[in-house]
């Protein structure tokens, strides 16, 4: 996995959207409510920028979004498709 994204969404989840970098570390971000629903939609929003993708709505799933590994694996997937 390409260690650029990883790094650019640990930025974006603690600068863009406040998280604590231990929180942002520890993952499972939606399973124990330190991402909101709210923080989600910013969240999908700023990925996108950030990485010129394009995010389906049904890929908006906690299995996509609960770690910084899971969501560079989605960024990863969605650029290689390009």
């Known amino acids: 996995m390409e260690q650029f994204p990883r790094h650019d ?8 959207l ?3 970098a231990e929180v942002v570390k520890r993952g ?3 399973t ?4 909101e629903s709210f923080d989600l939609v910013t969240l999908v929003s ?18 996509n979004f609960d770690s ?11 650029r290689n498709r390009r």
């Open 9 to 16: 969404i640990e930025a974006i989840l603690t600068n863009d």
């Open 18 to 20: 406040g998280l604590a």
């Open 28 to 30: 499972r971000l939606l």
């Open 32 to 35: 124990t409510g330190a991402l």
């Open 46 to 63: 700023l990925i996108e920028v950030r990485f010129a993708v394009e995010i389906a709505s049904s890929a908006i799933i906690p299995a």
């Open 68 to 78: 910084v590994d899971s969501m560079a694996a989605l960024v990863a997937n969605l």
